[in-house]
Every structure is written in structure tokens, then in C-alpha cells.
């Protein structure tokens, strides 16, 4: 009698271990895919706004009730990356466990329908043309440090595509962003960066920023 009480315990107990288990797994994917993750930056190409090895919390439940913003920080999917649709993938992806996609983090520019226009001033600085006025870029590492266009760049003038935006990092000079691989349609869009939260002495919330136009 005593030797089944303990086997039925032993049962229960692993029962129990497994459900408890079970709904951690779905609580972190649901929390993952309706509310939010943490993200880690292993480049350069958003200074100053963020540095190599910064945290940041990236949001992902405003894409049921809005679209992005010019100004946005967005963590994304390049369209040059080929997201397998095998179930395994997938749930890789939902999940974060075990993934291998690239991910970029870069900031919109251009909105579906925005004229954009990357121009070269004489004193050697550049700057960004958005139906034809200057965007006031106060984030940006440095409007001399731009790497200079070519023909096989995405300089404009040109017409952003509807269900598409414009990417740019922060750092104009070391960025591989839509001025290389075009437009980054909507449905590629992971989240929107708010909140850096790593190192301490530098947690901040990110303010969209307010433009002349």
C-alpha cells in the first residue's frame, strides 16, 4: 500500500512539474508575441542613440492598432533575409528560442508615399529630403559623416512604395540600411525599441522625435 501512495505521489508530482512547465512556456510566448522582448545591439550603426551591447525593450503589442511613425526605432527582418515558413521556423521566430534570422534595428524615415531625396550639400555634409524639405535630424551621429551614394543606392529621388517604409541608421557613415537594400515592407516589422535598458547610467525612454514638418 505504502509503495503505490508513493508511486501515485511521484506521478502527481511529475504531472504537476510538466503543467507548471507547460504554462510558463505558453505564458513567455505569449508575453513574447503580444507584449514585448528584450534586445540586444551588436553594432555601431544607431550611434550615438544606442551603443554596441545596449538592452533595449522592444514593444510589439502597437502593431494591432497602429503603424509605424517617422522617428520610430524599429527592429525588423532586411527583406534580403529569407524567413523559411516551415512550422519549426516559425515557431523559432514567434518564440525566440533557438532563432538564426538577422535582425536590424534602424529608424523610419520615409513613409508609404513620402517623396525621398538624399543630397549632398558643398560644405560636404548630407542630408535627407522629405517631399523636397529637410528633415531635421538632431539624432544623428554626425551630417558629415555620410557614406556617399551610387547607382546601385537607393538615394532618390524616389517615391516610398504604400505597405513600405525608408530605414536609416543613426550613423549615416557606417550603416547598412535602405540606402543598400530598398524598402522594408510593413509585414517584416518585429517591434518598435522604447526603452533602453542596459547599462543603468543609461536607461532611458525614446521619445519620437519632432520634425519642422
Not at 500500500?1 to 506521478?11: D, F, Q, R, S, T
Not at 522617428?71 to 525588423?76: E, H, P, R
Not at 555634409?125 to 524639405?133: A, F, H, I, T, Y
Request: with cysteine.
Amino acid at each position: 500500500m505504502k509503495k503505490n501512495n508513493l508511486k501515485e505521489k511521484i506521478i502527481l508530482f511529475i504531472k504537476e512539474s510538466l503543467d507548471t512547465i507547460l504554462f510558463v512556456i505558453v505564458m513567455l510566448i505569449a508575453i513574447k508575441f503580444f507584449i514585448g522582448e528584450i534586445r540586444w545591439i551588436p553594432s555601431g550603426s544607431m550611434h550615438p542613440t544606442l551603443l554596441e551591447g545596449d538592452r533595449v525593450f522592444v514593444e510589439r503589442y502597437s502593431r494591432f492598432y497602429r503603424q509605424p511613425k517617422r522617428g520610430d526605432i524599429l527592429i525588423f527582418y532586411p527583406p534580403m533575409v529569407n524567413l523559411k515558413t516551415r512550422p519549426d521556423k516559425v515557431f523559432a521566430r514567434i518564440t525566440g528560442f533557438l532563432c538564426k534570422d538577422m535582425a536590424f534595428i534602424k529608424r523610419v524615415i520615409g513613409m508609404p508615399g513620402d517623396k525621398i531625396e538624399i543630397k549632398k550639400n558643398a560644405d560636404g555634409s548630407s542630408v535627407v529630403l522629405v517631399n523636397d524639405k529637410e528633415l531635421n535630424e538632431k539624432y544623428i551621429q554626425s551630417k558629415y559623416e555620410y557614406n556617399d551614394c551610387t547607382p546601385n543606392m537607393y538615394c532618390g529621388p524616389f517615391v516610398v512604395p504604400e505597405g513600405s517604409y525608408f530605414m536609416m541608421g543613426d550613423n549615416r557613415g557606417n550603416s547598412q540600411d535602405s540606402r543598400y537594400w530598398g524598402f522594408l515592407p510593413q509585414e517584416r516589422i518585429i517591434g518598435r525599441a522604447v526603452f533602453l535598458m542596459w547599462p543603468f547610467n543609461r536607461t532611458k525612454a525614446f521619445k519620437r522625435p519632432k520634425y519642422s514638418f
